[in-house]
């Protein structure tokens, strides 16, 4: 008997073993998110080579990802997902045909990818065009399957029709189903909030709550569909304030989420993010990185085995197949959009001795653009015999500046990576041309300085995007004084002319003509509504008269034709670069050595002096002054009260001795 038990124990423990590996499965995520049409590597384009190793510093384009998809696939025996958490638009020229041929929809779908979610950016076209991408791509059966669970169509106005019988059809879906060696897979995917408040060109369409949207989604799938694994593809984003950091704050108000692939915030982590247990993911941004992750699930749980970021660089030789049909679609830009400005994707423009940066400061390509839109409206729209239809300021977010304009190899500027830097953007005119168009506005002093105060009060909250860049103005703010009262000191000028001290008191009703484009624009008109009308900012004409409509403001290109020809604010930067002076004789314009550094345009003053606190405030200050003076007497009197108290206690006892 007990001869037969050495034999059987063994047997059984490797029988239970083998069910418990059996009972263990895996599973490969690929996972990509705000792809922004950046199908080449960059920066810039014109370096990059995807089919030489070593021989460039570029990172990123699709057909170096094609190739890690593939090889990814080829060394895995279980099952591969390929996922993207949206923003897989806007973001260079190949937008610029995207309602007409959709190219992103298409090469994800060429690549492999099994779901896809919507990001903001992709309702920049405003729903109808949206609508048109999708179609267009369906039509040509060249669509990844879609997943968008918290849009909310109006039912009472119909410029969102179109985009509503898009989702209906099914050709976007509240969710998937996939099944995989046996598991069963749900995917939902999500606006966040965040993404929905800078996605204005979305209206009449919003979004649910992401929290209510995703706690309905799980109970479906685990539910109804009796999935094994929730995945949500989350267009939300990690934040370095975790009181912002949506995402994590999903995984903690959300149970039975296994997987959120983020996106949105262009977020470069080193390693996942574990919370409860939902596994977070985001792999930075524009294709610089791609994730991936073996996933294994057992009885119920899902637990993360491996997980790597992977550089798209130039150590990785692109797919063939996928870099040629982005030729295919590089030729349709140059014949459908580029040849009516004189232009192709690759043409040289000028030439630079130094890189181009955007940063969360005052920066030289944020300078540069700014200089860019002043220039290009006062030399379309300027009448030397009316000096007041002169622009003195232009403004710019950083939200809409997206890639930097280096050096490279070769120094040299192409038409490609003029764009990217300032690809955003649509028309409001009939055809609505790509490209936010400029308009030019009237404030008072007192509203420039409203403005600027986005930059000292809004931006500190809000974040980066927020920070801006401006022309024609130097100005000095205190960061201690009351928040939307912190600028100090205007001045009115440029670096070749010199500034001038500006009055920027209530009294002075001198109007000054500022230029931006119609998004900043729009911002500005609003603003008030967001800080308790503190900033209220009303754009006016050149009479002063309010005006309602800001797309009247729209700068004409051409006057004698009917309608209005936008200026657009990505040509502005390129004429702009194409103005400069050759320096060096070679026949190529040279980005000026101003440039080359920070020229003072906003200065941080820092100072608890009270002069300093208090100096030229505005009502905001003094209330707040008044409010803080009033606490310090009411405290005040409460102590004299309790040591009067305390002392009449005092005699009582003496008295009674």
């Not at 099952?79 to 190949?94: E, I, N, Q, T």
């Not at 937008?95 to 959709?102: C, D, I, P, Y």
């Not at 690549?111 to 076209?125: C, I, P, Q, R, W």
Request: charged share 25%.
């Amino acid at each position: 008997m007990k001869r037969l038990a050495s034999y059987l124990v063994p047997f059984f423990l490797i029988m239970i073993s083998q069910q418990l590996m059996a009972a263990e499965k895996t599973l490969t995520i690929i996972h990509s998110n705000d792809l922004h049409s950046h199908f080449l590597g960059a920066s810039p384009n014109i370096d990059y080579t995807p089919f030489i190793t070593g021989d460039d510093k570029t990172i990123g384009g699709l057909a170096r990802i094609a190739t890690v998809i593939k090889t990814v696939k080829q060394n895995r025996k279980n099952p591969v997902l390929v996922l993207d958490a949206g923003d897989f638009l806007m973001g260079s020229l190949f937008h610029m045909l995207s309602r007409e041929h959709s190219f992103e929809l298409r090469l994800l779908s060429m690549m492999g990818y099994d779901a896809v979610t919507l990001g903001n950016h992709e309702f920049d076209l405003k729903p109808d065009g949206l609508a048109r991408i999708l179609r267009t791509a369906h039509r040509l059966r060249q669509i990844p399957p879609l997943v968008l669970s918290n849009a909310v169509f109006s039912q009472e106005s119909k410029k969102d029709d179109s985009l509503e019988k898009i989702f209906a059809s099914g050709i976007v879906k509240p969710y998937l189903m996939l099944e995989r060696a046996g598991l069963r897979i749900g995917i939902f995917g999500l606006m966040g909030k965040n993404a929905a408040e800078v996605a204005p060109f979305a209206s009449p369409v919003t979004f649910e709550d992401p929290i209510t949207v995703a706690q309905r989604m799980v109970k479906i799938l685990r539910e109804t569909e009796k999935v094994d694994m929730v995945i949500c593809l989350s267009h939300s984003g990690l934040w370095e304030n975790k009181k912002r950091s949506e995402d994590e704050i999903l995984a903690r108000e959300v149970n039975g989420i296994d997987i959120i692939i983020s996106g949105h915030t262009h977020t470069k982590i080193e390693k996942a993010i574990l919370i409860n247990d939902t596994i977070i993911v985001q792999a930075w941004a524009y294709g610089k990185q791609l994730g991936v992750m073996d996933i294994a699930y057992n009885d119920g749980h899902v637990a993360l085995k491996n997980y790597k970021l992977v550089d798209i660089d130039d150590k990785i030789k692109g797919d063939t197949e996928v870099s040629g049909q982005i030729e295919a679609f590089k030729a349709d830009i140059n014949r459908q959009v580029l040849a009516k400005e004189d232009l192709t994707f690759r043409k040289i423009i000028a030439e630079t001795d130094f890189d181009l940066y955007l940063k969360t400061e005052e920066s030289n390509l944020g300078n540069l653009i700014a200089d860019s839109i002043r220039w290009y409206s006062n030399k379309n729209n300027y009448n030397p015999a009316d000096p007041a239809t002169k622009v003195v300021v232009s403004i710019i977010s950083n939200g809409v500046i997206r890639d930097p304009i280096v050096r490279g190899k070769t120094g040299q500027i192409a038409v490609c990576d003029v764009f990217n830097a300032i690809p955003l953007g649509i028309g409001f005119d009939d055809a609505e041309t790509m490209g936010y168009p400029l308009i030019t506005i009237y404030v008072y002093p007192s509203e420039l300085k409203k403005a600027l105060e986005v930059l000292t009060s809004i931006y500190p909250m809000k974040g980066s995007d927020y920070f801006l860049q401006v022309s024609g103005v130097q100005f000095s703010y205190n960061p201690y004084r009351m928040i939307f009262d912190r600028v100090t000191e205007i001045r009115i000028g440029d670096e070749e002319n010199g500034y001038k001290p500006l009055d920027y008191s209530e009294s002075n009703r001198q109007l000054l003509r500022v230029g931006a484009d119609i998004y900043n624009a729009t911002f500005l008109k609003i603003i008030g509504n967001f800080t308790w009308h503190v900033l209220d900012i009303v754009p006016k004409d050149r009479n002063g008269n309010p005006i309602d409509d800001l797309k009247a403001m729209r700068l004409d290109s051409d006057k004698q034709k009917s309608g209005i020809q936008e200026l657009k604010e990505w040509k502005a930067v390129m004429e702009y670069i194409k103005s400069f002076p050759d320096t060096d004789g070679d026949g190529l314009p040279n980005v000026p050595d101003k440039y080359r550094n920070k020229l003072g345009r906003n200065v941080t003053e820092a100072s608890l002096n009270p002069y300093k606190l208090l100096k030229r405030g505005t009502y905001v200050t003094w209330l707040a002054f008044s409010a803080l003076l009033l606490g310090i007497l009411i405290i005040l009197a409460a102590g004299w009260f309790i040591i009067r108290k305390i002392g009449n206690r005092s005699r009582n006892v003496e008295n009674r001795k």
